[in-house]
T-cell receptor, first 113, second 113 residues
């Protein structure tokens, strides 16, 4: 079983729609959680951290359910520029003082005009 | 300019050749990482470093060598390139304890023929 699992998609939604991504992780000792965004042929970039209480950044809302080991990302009022691959990322195992980040394979999203 | 830079952006090499991918960061981050990204596997950790002269293996270290004589540089060497090492390689860095995740370089697309 992969440490971080995501639905690879692709998700094709019309502009303005609301879209939700889900992710599960296997290591119950995981301590930090992120969503990264990766555009085609570019590097991954941090979209937002995910906190137990849930958090929001503009049109983006992230939720964490530690009991179910489940992370979600909701995008409201989607824009064409939201088209990208979204990576679920889980960290926790400290290696020489740093956290080890484990990346899901990503969910590909295309917003259609 | 401050940041994390990788070179070259693209490289084609022949099987059996030694090739070195460069990574340089200007933030004085303690931690640096090398990942490879392949279809079907997502991002996988090759090697990481907690400080100058401190390196350790990640998930897929075979066939690779790293060094870190200076904090700002973390080169990755393929000792004898194989076709299976054709991939996109990303270098990343983070501060201590990295609650904010990693920052990635723009990647090196390596093709081994």
């Amino acid at each position: 079983r992969k440490e971080v699992e995501q639905d690879p998609g692709p998700f094709n939604v019309p502009e303005g729609a609301t879209v939700a991504f889900n992710c599960t992780y296997s290591n119950s000792a995981s301590q930090s959680f992120f969503w990264y965004r990766q555009d085609c042929r570019k590097e991954p970039k941090l979209l937002m951290s995910v906190y137990s209480s849930g958090n929001e950044d503009g049109r983006f809302t992230a939720q964490l359910n530690r009991a179910s080991q489940y992370i979600s990302l909701l995008i409201r009022d989607s824009k064409l520029s939201d088209s990208a691959t979204y990576l679920c990322v889980v960290g926790g195992l400290l290696i020489q003082g740093a956290q080890k980040l484990v990346f899901g394979q990503g969910t590909r999203l295309t917003i259609n005009p | 300019d401050a940041g994390i830079t990788q070179s070259p952006r693209y490289k084609i090499t022949e099987t059996g050749r030694q090739v070195t991918l460069m990574c340089h960061q200007t933030w004085s981050h303690s931690y640096m990482f090398w990942y490879r990204q392949d279809l079907g596997h997502g991002l996988r950790l090759i090697y990481y470093s907690a400080a100058a002269d401190i390196t350790d293996k990640g998930e897929v270290p075979d066939g690779y060598v790293v060094s870190r004589s200076k904090t700002e540089n973390f080169p990755l060497t393929l000792e004898s390139a194989t076709r299976s090492q054709t991939s996109v390689y990303f270098c990343a860095s983070s501060e201590s304890r990295a609650e904010g995740g990693y920052t990635f370089g723009s990647g090196t697309r390596l093709t081994v023929v």
